[in-house]
């Protein structure tokens, strides 16, 4: 919200050299009303959110720079990450991608270091990654990274939906 007092008004009167004042039924006063300006918009709502979730944070000496964004804000939910482009498990990572394409916008990547790919999706603020590594040719599972805690967990494939179903 801006005060603009009876600026606004003022400078209108002044220049087009119309009386804009306002007459109190009850008192016969005349008076410039003020204004009172919401700013209130999607352009200044999306620069509010977009600075309330962005965070730089030192992890293990480096700098880590992560868009926080509430989990339904975020433009893309999930980010499938198989740990190399071996065709055995872009095999297994790009089903997955598709099946879960199904409910939430998903990202599939395998391109650079897996790091690197992580604090990719931290920039932009993406809530879960799940790596295909070569575990999952034997186990059927994969490795679901939190972005917020970078805390790690083994969940089965087969489990996946139900487990973003919970946490999206």
């Known amino acids: 919200m801006a ?4 600026f606004d008004l003022n400078s209108h009167e002044q220049s087009s050299g119309k009386d804009l004042k306002y007459t109190d ?3 016969n ?3 410039l009303p003020h204004v009172i300006e919401p700013s209130f918009g999607v352009d200044r709502t999306f620069l509010a959110v977009l600075l309330s979730a962005y965070v730089e944070e030192e992890v293990e000496g480096d700098k880590r720079v992560v868009l ?3 989990k339904h804000l975020a433009p893309v939910k999930i980010a499938i990450l198989p740990l190399s482009k071996k065709e055995e498990l872009i095999a297994v990572s790009l089903p997955l991608a598709q099946t879960l394409t199904k ?3 998903v990202d599939h990547s395998a391109s650079q270091s897996i790091g690197k790919r992580y604090r990719q999706q931290d920039e932009i603020g993406t809530p879960f990654c799940v790596t295909v590594d070569f575990e ?8 679901v990274r939190d972005r917020d805690t970078m805390k790690q ?3 089965a494939i087969a489990d996946l939906e139900n487990y ?4 999206l």
């Open 153 to 155: 967990e083994r969940i």
């Open 25 to 27: 039924s009850e008192t």
């Open 136 to 143: 999952t040719l034997t186990d059927n599972a994969v490795t």
């Open 68 to 70: 926080r964004l509430p």
């Open 29 to 31: 006063e005349k008076f």
């Open 164 to 167: 973003f179903v919970n946490k």
């Open 3 to 6: 005060y603009r007092g009876d």
């Open 103 to 105: 409910h939430w916008r």
